[in-house]
């Protein structure tokens, strides 16, 4: 397959989100097409208490695995990683995934920007950060760390979101590439598994 | 604000564990980083040199920045499902035992410390028990010691009880003085405490149940496994070691020295 100079060799997708964003993942995730190449993680706000069931809300592809990963969990094409709740979830490098119970982010945890900030670190440009409809500004500085490291940096656009904030927050601090309705995001993330060379270093 | 540099800053790490017998070179490196970049913006230094130089050469800083780079954050009866299952699978195999050892690893500011105690109390154990809890850190074991804590933890402990099942209410084992709360001092009458570094690895004693919740995920694979194997050799035949939720002995190369008690819970039984 061949790739236009300008396509970027995505390793690996992180998308976060907040209030209102658990159906528009659900819709996203449904969108993915077979064989995803890239391993993506999610990380989303909800309440403490409610520390089960986000892997069967979130299993409504067949072709993906959703898991909330435990510690040093390995990370694998295909799969799609929640962070667990009332943990941080960071990237410690391009193979392990690490937890951490670290003081609240942005009154947040698990937080964005920490998953965000560390998967930009491990990842550079290889990383594509995608924050959803919110309303908590946790995840601007995180993919503002994205676009700092190289990589590429998209939001829902906020006219369709429940909660504009958290895109706006990113938009304001102008480290966003592409302001996309979940429709386009979709279509991105598929465009960037298809066009990604198979059986790439993981 | 001086810069991080995460590979300049592990060529120190020999100096640490010469000088101060503190060995970060196990640490899991992204949260480790991340602690250190925020120390560096909280703590103002003219240069690199500057914080290098007194890292080395000023004991109670560095106690200041071991305490502000691990990750000392817990509750009482963290994950309440977990305080239930100790309850019910993990006491009563020691419930005949003449005198019961347990040691609290990575104890921090003494939570789970009085958790265990109440527990105790409530089951009817605790005139038997003798409890060691150990930290890396001096600040968090004072803190331990002293029993207090600040009131905005209150609500969540006081729920976290009710539902490990406690069969009082929290109250009964804590006075209020305003802004802070203080643990009745009568929990630690069998507790010792103890500043001890887990990446050392020296077994110092036996014991019957080992707690070490949260702690492990700092660690990298090759520290988890030299703590795991500490583990081992500092139960007695069928003692009992309860992990975090989300931290996993199965990357352990002696995994199979050990029976799961409860999987979902991380309880695990030496064989």
Redesign the interface.
Known sequence: MNRRKSERNISLVVIGGSAGSIPVLRKILSGIKPGLRIPIIVCLHRMKSVSEGIQEVLSVNAHIKVM?????EELLEGRIYVA?SN?HL????RRTL??????MVNYSRPSID?TF??AS??FRQELMGILLTGANKDGAAGLEMVKLNGGLTAVQDPDECIAPYMPRAAIERKCVDLVLPVDDIIKLINRTSLTRPPATCF | MVKHDPEKFATLFEDFRKKYRVDFSGYASASLNRRIERFLSIHHFVSESEFVEKLLSDHLFFDLFIKEITVNTTEMFRDPECWMAVREKVLPLVTGYPGIRIWHAGCSSGEEVYSMAILLKEEGLYDKVSIVATDLNRDVIQTAMSGTYGRKSLELNEENYRRAGGRFALSDYYSSNGTSYTMNSELLSRVKFMKFDLSSGMPFSKFDIIFCRNVLIYFNKGLQENVFKLFRESLFKRGSVVIGKKESMAYYSDFSAFNEINLQEKIYQLK
């Not at chain 1, 909330?68 to 040093?72: A, R």
């Not at chain 1, 960071?90 to 490098?93: A, F, S, T, V």
């Open positions: 909330e990963p435990e510690d040093k667990p943990y960071l990237i410690e490098n690490s937890l951490s119970t670290e003081e920490i900030s560390t670190i491990a």
